[in-house]
């Protein structure tokens, strides 16, 4: 699913051709009990389904692109919620045509590479859910 290697705390993974990138994030962080952190990566996808909450309704509103894009920038943190890893990840996604799209990440596709770098942290870091925002928020 993966590979990997640390510098302390400092990882470097390489997560697997044409596998869920989300899934086998959170598969590594509990790998490596990892319940706060900081993530960064690039890759491509051939599909992936992004989030955006609309404040006014506090709804969710999905949306899946199936077509070969540049991971241009992943970023996102680790935390913590009913005891296993939380992952909250937003993604920029460069289309052929040289067009990005964006948002939340829910789920991805490999295709081709995925480079991640993990930062794990040594704080508390749980989550609650907030009524006025429908976010689960820090908690610290
Ligand atoms: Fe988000």
């Not at 509990?30 to 389904?49: F, H």
């Not at 404040?55 to 009913?82: C, H, W």
């Not at 040594?122 to 989550?127: A, E, Q, V």
Request: proline share 1%.
């Amino acid at each position: 699913m993966y590979t990997s290697v640390n510098d302390g705390d400092r990882f470097v993974i390489s997560i697997d051709n044409h596998q869920e990138l989300v899934s086998a994030l959170a598969a590594f962080c509990n790998d490596q009990g990892i319940l706060a952190g900081k993530v960064d990566g690039i890759g491509a996808v051939n599909s992936a389904t992004l989030r955006f909450l609309d404040p006014a309704t506090k709804k969710y509103v999905d949306r899946t692109f199936d077509e070969q894009m540049e991971i241009s920038s992943l970023v996102g943190n680790i935390s913590e919620k009913d005891g296993k890893p939380y992952l909250h990840l937003h993604v920029n996604l460069g289309r052929r045509d040289y067009t990005v799209v964006g948002g939340h990440l829910l789920c991805c596709t490999i295709n081709g590479a995925c480079e991640l770098t993990v930062t794990r942290l040594h704080c508390n870091l749980g989550r609650h859910f907030d009524e006025e925002t429908g976010l689960n928020l820090y908690t610290l």
